[in-house]
C-alpha cells in the first residue's frame, strides 16, 4: 500500500508564491513518474507539471516561466514552486506518482489534494 501526503496549500494574494510538497510512503519498489494536477471549480482535471524519475520536467502552457517541479528520490518527494500567482490557479492541487511495489507493474497513486486560493 502507498500513501501520498501532500501540503503546502493555502491562501495568497495574486502575485505571491507558495510551495506544495507531497511525501509518499509505504511499499515502494521504484517510483517512476510524478506530477501535479489541479481542478478549480466547474473545471476539468488538468495536468499541471509533470517530471520522469531522471527529472525531466513537462509543464502546462500557462504556468510555464512561473512554476518549477523537482523530486528529491532519496525521500520519494515530489515538490511545486509556483511563482507569480493569478486568480486562476486557483484549484484543489492533487499530487500523483507512478509506483510499482515489485517489478514493472506500475500503478499511479494520488494525494488527497491541497486547496490553492489566489485571492485579493
Known amino acids: 500500500q502507498v500513501q501520498l501526503v501532500e501540503s503546502g496549500g493555502g491562501l495568497v494574494q495574486p502575485g505571491g508564491s507558495l510551495k506544495l510538497s507531497c511525501a509518499a510512503s509505504?511499499?515502494?519498489?521504484?517510483?517512476?513518474?510524478m506530477g501535479w494536477y489541479r481542478q478549480g471549480p466547474g473545471k476539468q482535471r488538468e495536468l499541471v507539471a509533470s517530471?520522469?524519475?531522471?527529472?525531466?520536467?513537462n509543464y502546462v502552457d500557462s504556468v510555464k516561466g512561473r512554476f518549477t517541479i523537482s523530486r528529491d528520490n532519496a525521500k520519494n518527494t515530489v515538490y511545486l514552486q509556483m511563482n507569480s500567482l493569478k486568480p486562476e490557479d486557483s484549484a484543489v492541487y492533487y499530487c500523483?506518482?507512478?509506483?510499482?511495489?515489485?517489478?514493472?507493474?506500475?500503478?499511479?497513486?494520488w494525494g488527497q489534494g491541497t486547496q490553492v486560493t489566489v485571492s485579493s
Open positions: 500523483s506518482a507512478e509506483v510499482s511495489t515489485a517489478g514493472w507493474d506500475f500503478k499511479a497513486y
Open positions: 517530471i520522469t524519475s531522471g527529472g525531466r520536467s
Open positions: 509505504g511499499t515502494i519498489f521504484r517510483t517512476n513518474t
